[in-house]
């Protein structure tokens, strides 16, 4: 077993773009901000500081902004470098490094139980909608079951399909 501190170390990328994502989600939904921490030696590696989200959905969208924003990116990242090292088994060392940003940045995609339990804590007040509970409820247990899996590399899985899996395809796709 490798340490979770060793591991944000070595990927401190995606620690640093999932904190981002957080972010700019608060942004958007004009949550105003008190701390941010992009990436510390530490546990949580990194962490926003945020005020209360007025809706379930504000909560929820925070919550998951980083799946969003973090697979887009890795698989952006990694693209370049993923039909060079996948397809003719060759690469330089430009390609490796992006291989590896790509898959820092996608594996920190899952939300954190932190992000779950935020979720959970929102969906159960008086003035929450149904819809909102529908919505949020499965989305709670999928990241529980994602904590879970990164016991067994679900995350690492995760960030390698979609950094070098998911550009494949698409290439696949367009030819």
Not at 1 to 6: A, K, N, R, T
Not at 28 to 54: K, M, Q, S, T, W
């Amino acid at each position: 077993m490798i340490p979770g501190f060793v591991i944000s170390i070595l990927t401190f990328p995606g620690v640093i773009m999932h904190e981002m994502a957080h972010q700019l989600f608060c942004r958007l939904f004009r949550i105003a901000i008190f701390d941010v921490c992009y990436f510390r030696f530490g546990n949580p590696a990194g962490y926003v500081v945020h005020e209360i989200p007025r809706s379930a959905y504000q909560n929820i969208g925070i919550s998951i902004g980083p799946f969003i924003v973090n697979s887009v990116v890795g698989a952006i990242i990694a693209a370049p470098a993923a039909l060079p090292i996948i397809q003719f088994q060759t690469g330089t060392l430009l390609d490796w490094f992006l291989i590896w940003l790509g898959v820092s940045i996608a594996m920190h995609a899952f939300p954190s139980t932190g992000d779950a339990n935020s979720i959970w804590k929102s969906l159960w007040s008086k003035d929450v909608p149904l819809p909102a509970k529908l919505l949020g409820a499965p989305i709670v247990m999928i990241i529980f079951v994602g904590a879970v899996g990164s016991v067994v590399w679900l995350d690492l899985i995760y960030g390698i399909g979609v950094a070098m899996l998911l550009p494949k395809l698409i290439i696949s796709a367009m030819a």
